[in-house]
């Protein structure tokens, strides 16, 4: 349906609709501001989710769908940050559906508007002073954490082990309170509105001006967060959390781990290395991409993102990040996390996560959808 000028101003113009969009194209890839409503046709619903997150964007997603295995699919899968079930895409509502993006429709942590953490972050938070604990007990900790903390003990002073020690507590309070379940934010019964966050993929630096109590705080916080990371650090790691996080019973999905200067590893910045794994291919000694190949092995991961592209992050523990923004040609596709490392849960497993809202209608004509009402999100 062709738009056509309602008045003689030339900026009033009727809805159009463009048939037969072709994925990859550039009405598929650009976000016209105009009334015109493109089609995109798929024969599946793996192939409607891959058309939907082809693009570098991901502010609002929506399905319309009555079965509930399908639209569970759905949500296990969409990288975008707001999700729309059985309604329309727009009009988040203030106290509902925080608002915020994914990918390029993000900036920085992502934290959305309206959300519980959204002030949080509009300043920069520093580690205060605390009183060392004598105890080396790690009472209270999930086992997938304390395996971390005890295989990184050989390398740390007591006071750097009991940094990582409150950290890791407050990961667990951070997880209760907000970070390890679903929140319907508003409580109502023929519209769910839920507040979730999903593990992201994120590259961590120890720069050589960085401790290694540091390190493994934010390492417990990305285990805590159920993260993916490629690490690279200046010095090598204590040989148990080494042998720890490279063998299959790790805790913490560590897909490569380069011991590197921070020269080098600018240069890998520069040239985009630091966003593949070092490890090949095995047939043509290419390296490949981490997460394609976690994809390929059916282990579980971050659906949102690959560790390079729109919407990357880099937690950069010391060093520069100045410079290693100038290294990444000041790139808008990556967030370089670089404030100071703190004990706070809530804080420092952020580049860790990403927030996700959800807004499923759960009534047909008024009577409320069991099977929407009940489905796990």
């Known amino acids: 349906m062709q738009p056509t000028a309602l008045d003689d101003s030339g900026r009033l113009w009727s809805p159009g ?32 989710i891959a058309i939907q997150n082809g693009t570098d ?29 059985n309604r329309g895409i727009t009009g988040a509502v203030v106290g509902r559906q925080p608002f915020g993006g994914w990918k390029r429709s993000s900036v920085g942590t992502g934290t959305k508007a309206g959300g519980p953490m959204y002030v949080a972050t509009l300043g920069r938070w520093e580690p205060v002073p605390r009183t060392v ?41 951070a997880r209760e309170e907000l970070y390890g379940g679903s929140h319907d ?30 390190l493994v705080r934010a390492l417990v916080a990305a285990t805590a967060a159920r993260a993916h990371v490629l690490l690279s650090t200046a010095r090598p790691l204590p040989g148990p959390l080494s042998q720890l996080l490279a063998s299959s019973r790790s805790p913490l999905d560590v897909v490569d781990h380069l011991v590197e200067s921070d020269q080098d590893f600018h240069a890998r910045a520069s040239s985009g290395a630091v966003f593949q794994a070092n490890w090949t291919s095995g ?14 092995q059916g282990q579980d991961r971050p659906v949102h993102t690959a560790f390079g592209g729109p919407g990357a992050r880099i937690r950069l523990i010391g060093g520069d990040a100045l410079a290693l923004e100038e290294a990444l040609g000041a790139s808008i596709d990556v967030a370089i996390h670089d404030a100071p490392v703190v004990e706070a849960g809530l804080i420092e497993m952020l580049p860790f996560i990403r927030e996700q809202s959800v807004s499923i209608t759960a009534h047909r004509f008024g009577d409320v959808d069991a099977d929407f009402a009940d489905l796990r999100v």
């Open 17 to 48: 609709i463009r048939d037969g969009v072709r994925p990859g194209s550039d009405f598929h890839q650009t976000e016209y501001f105009g009334p015109v409503l493109g089609i995109m046709r798929a024969e599946t619903l793996e192939q409607a």
């Open 185 to 214: 934010l508003s409580g109502l019964v023929v519209q769910r509105n839920v507040l979730r966050h999903r593990p992201q993929s994120v590259i961590v630096r120890q720069a050589e001006d960085a401790s290694a109590g540091d």
């Open 57 to 85: 964007y991901g502010l609002t997603a929506g399905i319309h769908s009555l079965d509930a295995d399908e639209v569970a699919d759905w949500l296990a899968s969409v990288r975008a940050g707001n999700l729309y079930v």
């Open 283 to 296: 047939e043509d000694d290419e390296p490949v991409d981490a997460l394609g190949d976690m994809l390929a």
């Open 133 to 173: 604990h004598k105890s080396i007990q790690l009472h209270g900790l999930p086992p997938r954490v304390t395996s971390v903390i005890e295989a990184a003990r050989s390398g740390l002073s007591f006071e750097e082990f009991d940094q990582v020690r409150a950290g890791a507590l407050s990961d667990v309070r």
